[in-house]
């Protein structure tokens, strides 16, 4: 097998294998709290995770009965940049809504 750079040719049990691995995935949470509306919630459900109505309304339970409901499973970079919009649009409407990223 030739080289395509240097034109050398190389055997190809010589090169390096190198497994390719699918990103580390982390789950965003968003968390329950006593003044946070349940309409805001669904809202930010919708606009920021794209959630259908159904979706949010069955998330927002899930953070309403048991503390956190998953809103679902991105790479870091896009994870950390949802925590980060939710966390901006609660402060700009006033709530505290808490959200969160942990790894899968």
Do not use: W
């Not at 982390?26 to 805001?40: A, E, I, P, S």
Request: with cysteine; glycine share 6%.
């Amino acid at each position: 097998m030739s080289d395509p750079f240097t034109g050398d040719r190389t055997s190809p049990e010589l090169f390096d294998e190198r497994e390719v691995r699918e990103p580390r995935k982390y789950k965003v949470l968003l968390h329950n709290d006593d003044y946070t509306t349940m309409d805001f919630v669904i809202e930010v459900l919708v606009r920021v995770f794209r959630k259908s109505e159904a979706q949010a309304m069955a998330i927002m339970l899930a953070v309403h009965n048991e503390g956190y409901g998953v809103c679902g499973t991105y790479t870091a970079e896009v994870a950390e940049t949802k925590v980060d919009m939710v966390h901006r649009l609660a402060r700009s409407a006033g709530f505290p809504l808490k959200c969160s990223m942990e790894g899968e």
